[in-house]
């Protein structure tokens, strides 16, 4: 089974960027779709980007979609959720997924997750 662990959260201000990561053990990132979701205190866990197994297709949320940007980089094992001019409504915690689907929004349908790594975004 895969073993995935995200980084790159932190605190950022209005306006500012960050850069995840979801960097993948035991079985090669290659082998499935990532998704990223994310879950703010007393919200439940929402989509936010996905990109297939082969041929690096990409599905957006539309609260992130002209802001996020998600790749993969099958050499080094990682997949990437670049964010820009990040909001405070997107302040959460950011988890990476791993599944069998083609791509998927639904969060039942990964098979793997990361811990998550958590992303404030305050002056």
């Known amino acids: 089974q895969a073993q995935l662990v995200e980084s790159g959260g932190g605190l950022v201000q209005p306006g500012g960027s960050l850069r995840l990561s979801c960097t993948a053990s035991?079985?090669?990132?290659?082998?499935?779709?990532i998704g990223w979701f994310r879950q703010a205190p007393g919200k439940e866990r929402e989509f936010v980007a996905a990109?297939?197994?082969?041929?690096?297709?990409?599905k957006y949320a539309d609260s992130v979609k002209g802001r996020f940007t998600i790749t993969r980089d099958n050499a080094k094992n990682t997949v990437y959720l670049q964010m820009n001019t990040l909001k405070p409504e997107d302040t959460a915690v950011y988890y990476c997924?791993?599944?069998?689907?083609?791509?998927?929004?639904?969060?039942?349908?990964?098979?793997?997750w990361g811990q998550g790594t958590q992303v404030t975004v305050s002056s």
């Open positions: 997924a791993a599944g069998s689907y083609r791509i998927s929004t639904i969060w039942t349908t990964y098979d793997y």
């Open positions: 035991g079985r090669t990132v290659s082998r499935y779709s």
């Open positions: 990109i297939t197994r082969s041929d690096s297709t990409t």
